[in-house]
Structure formats: C-alpha cells, structure tokens
C-alpha cells in the first residue's frame, strides 16, 4: 500500500512518526490542530501492520468529510473502514442491538456479548471527535482488547453523552497521552474571538495568519439572511460557505428562501433526520452553502461560516460552560470569515459582551 502525507507541518508529521503502533494512545488538540487529518493518517498507517482498522466518528457528515481523504491519501487497497460509531457497534453486535433512551445502546448487553462471544482478532480503532463518544464505548474497547488510538478535545464538546479526557482514559484501562498544537485553520481574528467563549484553564496559542474581523448582523427584515448568503457566495465564489443553524425547520425554510431567490447557487442542505438522499449525503468538496445543523457541526471546516440565529439563545445563560462551549465550536469551524446575525432589536446575552475590536456590529 502507498502512504502519501497531505499537508502536514513539521510538528503534525512528528506526532504522527513518533505514536507507537500498539497500545492506547489519547491525542488532544484544540480546534484547527489537525486531528481530523491525523486521525486518517493514524488509521491508514495502523492498516500497514497487515490488520484492518475502523476510523470512528459520532457524526455522520464528519464520517463523508473523512472517507474521502481515507482514499486520497491511500488509493490502493487502504485496509480502512470509514464509520460512524452507532453503525460500527450495530453492525459488530448484530441488529438487534438495544438501544436506550440516550439514543445509544445498552452497554451492559454489550459487555456481555464481548465476555462470551469469540469475535475473532481485537478491532484496531481509530476514533475522530473522542469527546463526544460516551464512557460505555470506551469500557466496551477495553474489554475487546481493542488497540484505540483517539483524538480529542474536551473543550468542543456539543452532546449531552460525553466523555472527558480524563474518563477516556481511565475507561481504556489506562493510555499514553499526547498534545497537539498549533491552529492551521482560522485566522488570528477568527481565534481571538473563538477565545472569548473558551471554556478550558487557558486558551490556545493564537495562529499568525491575518484576515478580516468578525461581524455581527442584524437581520431586520425576513430575506435579510438570504440577501446576505448570496453577497458571500458571490463575492467569494470559490469559498464553501457553512450556514449553521439550530433547528431542522430553520434549515428547511432557509433552503426553500435561497432555491427560490437564487437557484443558480445549488444550496445543499444535511440533516441526521434523513434516511437517505440528498438530505442525506452532501458534497462538502465543492464550493457554495451547505446548510447544516449544530450538532453536526463538529469536526466541519468552511472559508465562511454564517451562524444566522444567535437570538434563539437569548433565553440561555450566557455564561453557562454549555453555551461557550457552543459558541467556541461555532466560530472554530471557519478559516477565513466568520458571521453572525440576530433578529429583533437587542443584540443576543452572548455576544453583547464580545468587543467591538473582535467583532463589528452592522
């Protein structure tokens, strides 16, 4: 198999070279690091040892983000399934698997089937996003033997089923642990924002590279947020454009509003609710608006991202630890703009606060 490296610094590459093939290892980084790509890399390099190996992710656009880097970087027979942790796990128990009220499984069912079922070789997993995967998945490698190797940050956490670093850990059986710096996707002004909401001891090394500031929007009028995707996508029609939006029914409306304004643009949208087509699985490779909904936004990165809905938090304690930690994902996911809009009159708790040095007003 051919291995080709895409795009890594020198500190990237020496994580990658210096992580040894057996044991658990725990990697965490803060957004823009490049653990998604690392992740990839790690899997395809596990898959050189002659044993199949299973990249994870909790989200399923995170999953379409990854299988095609998977192939690029590994054309030949690469050896690497690209999953999502609920298909993986039901497809390895069997479909019958039972699910709780969380919208996970019954771990103990789990446990059982590992203890008294001979399933062949221990899995080799490598696991994007770990954050977000709860403690009973971790308990479950542990008692398959799994050799798992997963990138983190507990700092962008977005479920209510989670896992720190800590408990990633300690549920493993125990793990090397290592750091990742460095933010190779946002722009200094779109990290000194994203540090506003930062929930972590101390926030990431801001990156050297410039752009324009943040703004934030008042959308006084009802096609005001369409009026404004489509300057973007014309005044930047190479760039993906990342609208991020609370609901499935603002995705929709807002879909309805650009295919009828303007056609031209083939706006796509992604929701989890969708069982197949083309709600199902978008082409995050080309440019344009993908509409897509926060909590599948983990793990994503556009040149522009629009978070038009700021007001729907007004009822949030803007200093809760959940809602930082959702405005900290929010504006990470963009490298070269980012946006924010608001309808009524008063600017959103959250973003009152926020300088007008990081983020313009108007």
């Not at 095609?68 to 999953?83: F, K, N």
């Not at 609710?273 to 199902?280: F, V």
Request: aromatic share 6%.
């Amino acid at each position: 198999m051919t291995l080709t490296y895409l795009d890594l610094s020198p500190a990237q590459r020496a994580s990658l070279d210096t992580l040894p093939f057996e044991g658990n290892h725990l990697v965490s980084g803060p957004p823009g690091s490049g653990k998604s790509l690392l992740a990839a890399q790690r899997a395809l390099m596990l898959a050189l040892t002659g044993t199949p190996t299973v990249l994870l992710t909790r989200s399923n656009l995170l999953r379409q983000t990854l299988a095609p880097v998977v192939s690029a970087l590994g054309a030949e027979d690469h050896g690497v399934r690209v999953a999502t942790a609920h298909a993986w796990l039901t497809h390895w128990f069997g479909g019958d698997a039972p699910r709780t009220d969380d919208g996970w499984f019954d771990w103990a069912s789990f446990y059982e089937r590992a203890a008294v079922t001979d399933h062949g070789p221990a899995p080799t997993l490598v696991v994007d996003e770990g954050q977000d995967l709860p403690i009973g998945f971790y308990r479950l490698c542990r008692i398959l033997g799994s050799r798992t190797t997963v990138y983190a940050d507990e700092c962008q956490r977005l479920t209510a089923t989670n896992s720190t670093i800590s408990e990633i850990s300690s549920s493993l059986g125990g793990c090397t642990h290592h750091e990742l710096a460095g933010n190779h996707r946002n722009t200094r002004q779109i990290a000194e924002l994203a540090a506003h909401f930062h929930t972590g001891a101390t926030a990431p090394p801001l990156p050297d590279r410039p752009g324009p500031n943040s703004r934030l929007h008042r959308l006084g009028r009802p096609d005001a947020v369409t009026d404004l995707l489509i300057a973007l996508a014309t005044h930047h029609p190479r760039y993906s454009i990342g609208v991020i939006l609370g609901s499935t029914r603002a995705q929709s409306d807002l879909l309805t509003r650009l295919e009828r304004k303007a056609p031209r643009l083939r706006p796509q949208l992604y929701t989890s609710q969708a069982t197949q087509g083309r709600y199902r699985t978008v082409d995050l490779t080309r440019p344009g608006i993908v509409i897509v909904n926060r909590a599948s936004a983990k793990g994503l990165g556009f040149d522009t991202v629009v978070v038009p809905d700021t007001h729907t938090d007004n009822a949030t304690d803007p200093s809760s630890t959940a809602l930082r930690m959702t405005y900290y994902v929010l504006a990470t996911r963009a490298r070269q703009e980012l946006h924010f809009g608001y309808e009524g009159n008063v600017e959103p708790p959250v973003l009152a606060p926020v300088s007008p040095n990081l983020l313009l007003r108007g």
